[in-house]
T-cell receptor, first 115, second 113 residues
Framework: DSGVTQTPKHLITATGQRVTLRCSPR?????VYWYQQSLDQGLQFLIQ???????AKGNILERFSAQQFPDLHSELNLSSLELGDSALYFC??????????????FGSGTRLTVV | QQQVKQSPQSLIVQKGGISIINCAYE??????FPWYQQFPGKGPALLIA?????SEKKEGRFTISFNKSAKQFSLHIMDSQPGDSATYFCAASMGGATNKLIFGTGTLLAVQP
């Protein structure tokens, strides 16, 4: 157990629907990162939150949004889902918000299947 | 250019052999280069990392070789074991306002008994 908890583990939904993925960071970590993993593109950075504020944004679609709550858990909202959104979505956490990629701990991911 | 190019996409090695995975980058501002190991159904986990002020780092059977002038780095797994069968990702990051990692596309390693 890495200490980063993601729920649900699996999600099957229809095109056009909206889903919410949840991440609880490791105790003491202030940063949360969301990554999308697909077979042909590896791990793509979506967004980073640090202590409740957005810190960096990557290749995140406008249909996707995220937030980090006061208790530091984070949610990734995916709307108007398309077949191409089917992927593994990983959350990672780290103690720091800046300075270079250190201290990442990943959760076990949420497998999203859009049918 | 914030990309990290990784090769090969997949690799089959015999038990006891050496596994070599290569990565290349363009952005000279990158200053931290970790390798992550991912088993099926699990998230990636940090394996070993290097900063560009050293040319090699070794931890047990795992070695990173770093060539700053060529902007390339590689992971060598000595005496490869079936338990090493996993997907390996190289990554890179730079200091500054965020802590984000840029990942390569991954290498699926199969070590045959």
């Amino acid at each position: 157990d890495s200490g980063v908890t993601q729920t649900p583990k699996h999600l099957i939904t229809a095109t056009g629907q909206r889903v919410t993925l949840r991440c609880s960071p490791r105790s003491g970590d202030l940063s949360v990162y969301w990554y999308q993993q697909s077979l042909d593109q590896g791990l793509q950075f979506l967004i980073q939150y640090y202590n409740g504020e957005e810190r960096a944004k990557g290749n995140i679609l406008e249909r996707f949004s995220a937030q980090q709550f006061p208790d530091l858990h984070s949610e990734l909202n995916l709307s108007s889902l398309e077949l191409g959104d089917s992927a593994l979505y990983f959350c990672a956490s780290s103690p720091r918000g800046t300075g270079g990629g250190y201290g990442y701990t990943f959760g076990s991911g949420t497998r999203l299947t859009v049918v | 250019q914030q990309q990290v190019k990784q090769s090969p996409q997949s690799l089959i090695v015999q038990k006891g052999g050496i596994s070599i995975i290569n990565c290349a980058y363009e952005n000279t501002a990158f200053d931290y280069f970790p390798w992550y190991q991912q088993f099926p159904g699990k998230g990636p986990a940090l394996l070993i990392a290097i900063r560009p002020d050293v040319s090699e780092k070794k931890e047990g059977r795992f070695t990173i070789s770093f060539n700053k002038s060529a902007k390339q780095f590689s992971l060598h797994i000595m005496d490869s074991q079936p338990g090493d069968s996993a997907t390996y990702f190289c990554a890179a990051s730079m200091g500054g306002a965020t802590n984000k990692l840029i990942f390569g596309t991954g290498t699926l390693l199969a070590v045959q008994p």
